[in-house]
């Protein structure tokens, strides 16, 4: 959709259906075209990654078998976490983009109440071998559901992050990785969003640049949105109500100016 401004890309792989606000209510994603904006310093703090989820493998790999049709020098890595099997790559921009499955909930392991993941090798050939059939490539999982499952972003430090992310917003912490990374979820999930160092550590706030524009938290209801709010508030942080969504929305910014919009369902 070369020349659009705004491109919602769907729950079921295709554009939104519909139009107007309805249609970005029901994207995943949505890309914007701002030919302003400039490729961010290297170590700024912003979009590290952002995930997807399939729901099963088959719809997964025959995902990988588009990439590797259609963009095929975009593969960066891929790795057996334990809770799920990933797959790295770069989009044009050179945005992080993952895409991944999740064994079942019962296959986790949590101690104390952090989760067991690991980075192991994850052969690509291998894993479309065993999961990649004839119906898929061709295109049978193409509208199977899949949504972000999770997203990484590049900060300065992890303590301030954790202080925000867990303190103030509310998240539970999940796993870490010393100083260089913490990962975070709500509702016992593996995580929600990590913050790491890998490409960032001592970076300040953001300057407006390419990549994240904004990350959307999506609460159950008016109550979880408000306490929220007053949290933040006695944390220190300026929130943003936004009065023409009936109260039902808050903006913020993390400590490195990174967007954040709550919206209660």
Do not use: K
């Not at 891929?78 to 044009?92: E, G, R």
């Not at 999982?141 to 900060?155: K, N």
């Not at 990549?211 to 944390?235: I, K, Q, S």
Request: a negative charge; charged letters at 20%.
């Amino acid at each position: 959709m070369e020349g659009a401004r705004v491109v919602p890309v769907g729950r079921r792989g295709e554009p939104a259906r519909g139009g107007g606000r309805s249609q970005l209510r029901e994207a995943s994603i949505v890309l914007r075209r701002e030919p302003s904006l400039r490729h961010a310093a290297p170590g700024s703090a912003g979009h590290y990654h952002t995930a997807i989820l399939f729901e099963t493998p088959a719809a997964l790999a025959a995902a990988l078998y588009s990439v590797a049709r259609h963009a095929p020098g975009t593969f960066t890595g891929s790795a057996d976490h334990l809770v799920s099997q990933a797959f790295y790559f770069t989009d044009p921009e050179g945005n992080g983009i993952e895409l991944y499955w999740d064994r079942t909930r019962t296959e986790w392991s949590w101690v104390h109440g952090q989760v067991e993941m690991a980075t192991m090798y994850l052969d690509p050939n291998t894993f479309l071998g065993e999961h990649l059939t004839e119906e898929a490539a061709a295109g049978a999982t193409a509208q199977d559901a899949s949504s972000v499952g999770h997203v990484h972003l590049s900060v300065g430090d992890v303590a301030t992050a954790r202080a925000f992310f867990v303190g103030a917003l509310g998240f539970d912490e999940t796993a870490a990785l010393g100083n260089q990374a913490a990962f975070v979820s709500a509702g016992s999930y593996h995580h929600h969003m990590a913050m790491n160092v890998w490409n960032s550590r001592g970076a300040g706030p953001r300057m407006p640049a390419l990549g994240l524009g904004r990350v959307d938290l999506p609460l159950p209801d008016a109550d979880a949105l408000g306490a929220l709010g007053e949290r933040l508030r006695d944390h220190g942080f300026t929130v943003r109500d936004d009065a023409p969504a009936g109260g039902r929305t808050l903006g913020l910014d993390d400590p490195w100016t990174n967007r954040i919009r709550a919206t209660a369902s």
